[in-house]
């Protein structure tokens, strides 16, 4: 009796142990099947590896831009869950996230390659990478259109890239071509070579090309060395499906491909309006929009105790004095404020005159205040409007740079002269904030000014026609002196920019 009891519990408890197992088993192939998306979707992260850099992501005004971001961005809203982006210092780190299963997938610009198939999963092909040839467009010298026309020719390439090897199959077998292959460069120090005639052409991405050509005045593109590449985000190989389903109904929606549109318009095709002038529609919008305007910029003046033509310049430079400007990364109004810039000024409404107006002195009251008082006049100004345009984190970086190659970071020439070298991987890729277009605050505050002598030229003659319907002469005393040195100051500074 004893033995068959012991036999039965035996029986019962290898049957239950069995039932246990089994359904231990169906959850853990339920799990393992459910469901990547799920997973993420229950998590509520969408975890994406990328690098700083210009096709990619960066801080804008402080603020985070670039085509892979704001891509990413709707990719994670599509999915319901937020962007956890991690911005890692190299591609070696950022492969390594990948296969480390630390992130869910790569997007930086990633050529999908037959080597990186191997190793990953391609998502859906969303442009297409081409070599191509730049070239110095001259007054009497045609644009190259063939490979016999680069006979006698220097070309600067990086070495080991996919553009040398674009470059090297395209003229096989052709002589007297010196290719250029430096070391210690970056892309574009060879646009700057070019540019400057130091070399006759160069080799690189024609999107890459598009974020760099309008600081480069007449660098064009003359042709396309070899067949496109094609570029995607890259996941790690997996059995599971779903997450790459949902990738791939993302890419087909409408809705995606015009954003990809318009983020490659925005990024990759930019003509920088820092270059733009006119001297007759300056007239007209100083008589058109500054004047219904000039009350809130007097009371900025009041509030802060900025010169009326600085704020003016400024906002002209920003707007062009237009209320309803938008930029195409989303900043708005006369001053053209950021969303975080909004906020820390307390401005609720940037398309409204007076508070754009109002806000945007006092946040750049706020920049130069933290610029350190060591610093003279008129440097000390020039540095806020620097900040003031690119973010007082990036001009720190500049700073910092300026005195690591042995200028000084207290002088506004010095740190002119570095600012760009922030567009520079060698230089950004050790810096704090990155990649930053290092041209524009250089530009933006030469512009700026220009348009303080300009302005007070134009308003001294709208108010010697009394056409000033607010009869204020607040910029000089009127005398015909000043009169004539403001005149003498426009043409030095300005004419030759005409």
């Given at each position: 009796?004893?033995?068959?009891?012991?036999?039965?519990?035996?029986?019962?408890?290898?049957?239950?142990?069995?039932?246990?197992?089994?359904?231990?088993?169906?959850?853990?192939?339920?799990?393992?099947?459910?469901?990547?998306?799920?997973?993420?979707?229950?998590?509520?992260?969408?975890?994406?590896?990328?690098?700083?850099?210009?096709?990619?992501?960066?801080?804008?005004?402080?603020?985070?831009?670039?085509?892979?971001?704001?891509?990413?961005?709707?990719?994670?809203e599509?999915?319901?869950?937020?962007?956890?982006?991690?911005?890692?210092?190299?591609?070696?780190?950022?492969?390594?996230?990948?296969?480390?299963?630390?992130?869910?997938?790569?997007?930086?610009?990633?050529?999908?390659?037959?080597?990186?198939?191997?190793?990953?999963?391609?998502?859906?092909?969303?442009?297409?990478?081409?070599?191509?040839?730049?070239?110095?467009?001259?007054?009497?010298?045609?644009a190259?259109?063939?490979?016999?026309?680069?006979?006698?020719?220097?070309?600067?390439?990086?070495?080991?890239?996919?553009?040398?090897?674009?470059?090297?199959?395209?003229?096989?077998?052709?002589?007297?071509?010196?290719?250029?292959?430096?070391?210690?460069?970056?892309?574009?120090?060879?646009?700057?070579?070019v540019?400057?005639?130091?070399?006759?052409?160069?080799?690189?991405?024609?999107?890459?090309?598009g974020?760099?050509?309008?600081?480069?005045?007449?660098?064009?593109?003359?042709?396309?060395?070899?067949?496109?590449?094609?570029?995607?985000?890259?996941?790690?190989?997996?059995?599971?499906?779903?997450?790459?389903?949902?990738?791939?109904?993302?890419?087909a929606?409408?809705?995606?491909?015009?954003?990809?549109?318009?983020?490659?318009?925005?990024y990759?095709?930019?003509?920088?309006?820092l270059?733009?002038?006119?001297?007759?529609?300056?007239?007209?919008?100083?008589?058109?929009?500054?004047?219904?305007?000039?009350?809130?910029?007097?009371?900025?003046?009041?509030?802060?105790?900025?010169?009326?033509?600085?704020?003016?310049?400024?906002?002209?430079?920003?707007?062009?004095?237009?209320?309803?400007?938008?930029?195409p990364?989303?900043?708005?109004?006369?001053?053209?404020?950021?969303?975080?810039?909004?906020?820390?000024?307390?401005?609720?409404?940037?398309?409204?005159?007076?508070?754009?107006?109002?806000?945007?002195?006092?946040?750049?009251?706020?920049?130069?205040?933290?610029?350190?008082?060591?610093?003279?006049?008129?440097?000390?100004?020039?540095?806020?409007?620097?900040?003031?345009n690119?973010?007082?984190?990036?001009?720190?970086?500049?700073?910092?740079?300026?005195?690591?190659?042995?200028?000084?970071?207290?002088?506004?020439?010095?740190?002119?002269?570095?600012?760009?070298?922030?567009?520079?991987?060698?230089?950004?890729?050790?810096?704090?904030?990155?990649?930053?277009?290092?041209?524009?605050?250089?530009?933006y505050?030469?512009?700026?000014?220009?348009?303080?002598?300009?302005?007070?030229?134009?308003?001294?003659?709208?108010?010697?026609?009394?056409?000033?319907?607010?009869?204020?002469?607040e910029?000089?005393?009127?005398?015909?002196?000043?009169?004539r040195?403001?005149?003498?100051?426009?043409?030095?500074?300005?004419?030759?920019?005409?």
């Amino acid at each position: 009796m004893i033995p068959t009891l012991k036999s039965n519990y035996l029986r019962e408890l290898l049957l239950t142990l069995l039932v246990l197992g089994l359904t231990f088993a169906v959850v853990l192939i339920s799990l393992n099947n459910a469901t990547q998306l799920k997973l993420i979707q229950n998590q509520g992260k969408l975890r994406v590896g990328s690098i700083n850099s210009p096709m990619t992501w960066y801080l804008l005004r402080g603020d985070p831009a670039g085509f892979e971001y704001e891509l990413s961005q709707a990719f994670a809203e599509y999915l319901g869950v937020e962007l956890d982006l991690t911005v890692n210092r190299d591609y070696n780190e950022l492969f390594g996230s990948l296969q480390g299963r630390s992130v869910h997938l790569l997007a930086a610009n990633l050529l999908a390659t037959d080597e990186r198939r191997l190793l990953f999963k391609a998502g859906p092909i969303y442009r297409e990478s081409n070599s191509v040839l730049i070239y110095r467009q001259r007054q009497g010298r045609p644009a190259p259109q063939t490979a016999d026309d680069l006979i006698d020719s220097r070309i600067g390439v990086l070495p080991g890239t996919s553009h040398e090897a674009s470059l090297r199959n395209y003229i096989s077998g052709l002589d007297s071509i010196d290719i250029v292959t430096p070391a210690d460069a970056d892309s574009i120090d060879l646009l700057r070579a070019v540019h400057e005639g130091e070399l006759d052409y160069t080799v690189t991405d024609t999107f890459f090309f598009g974020t760099q050509r309008s600081f480069f005045p007449g660098l064009q593109e003359a042709f396309a060395l070899g067949e496109p590449i094609a570029v995607s985000w890259l996941l790690p190989l997996q059995r599971d499906q779903s997450f790459i389903n949902a990738l791939n109904d993302f890419f087909a929606e409408p809705d995606t491909q015009a954003l990809i549109t318009e983020l490659e318009a925005r990024y990759f095709t930019q003509e920088n309006p820092l270059n733009f002038f006119d001297t007759v529609s300056f007239r007209s919008h100083l008589t058109e929009r500054f004047i219904p305007l000039k009350p809130y910029f007097s009371q900025a003046v009041e509030n802060t105790g900025f010169g009326l033509s600085l704020l003016a310049a400024i906002a002209y430079q920003e707007s062009h004095w237009n209320a309803d400007a938008v930029s195409p990364t989303g900043v708005r109004g006369v001053m053209m404020l950021t969303n975080a810039a909004a906020s820390e000024v307390n401005i609720e409404d940037r398309t409204d005159a007076e508070q754009s107006i109002l806000g945007g002195a006092q946040y750049l009251l706020n920049v130069k205040q933290r610029i350190p008082e060591r610093i003279p006049e008129p440097d000390h100004t020039w540095f806020a409007l620097a900040a003031y345009n690119i973010g007082y984190g990036h001009l720190e970086d500049a700073r910092r740079l300026t005195q690591q190659l042995g200028d000084d970071p207290d002088r506004w020439a010095d740190v002119r002269s570095h600012l760009p070298k922030l567009a520079q991987e060698r230089y950004y890729s050790q810096l704090r904030y990155g990649y930053a277009r290092g041209h524009e605050p250089v530009r933006y505050v030469d512009n700026i000014r220009r348009y303080i002598d300009v302005f007070e030229w134009e308003y001294q003659l709208l108010a010697r026609e009394s056409l000033d319907p607010l009869g204020e002469h607040e910029i000089t005393n009127n005398n015909p002196d000043d009169f004539r040195d403001i005149s003498e100051k426009v043409l030095r500074n300005f004419a030759p920019s005409l």
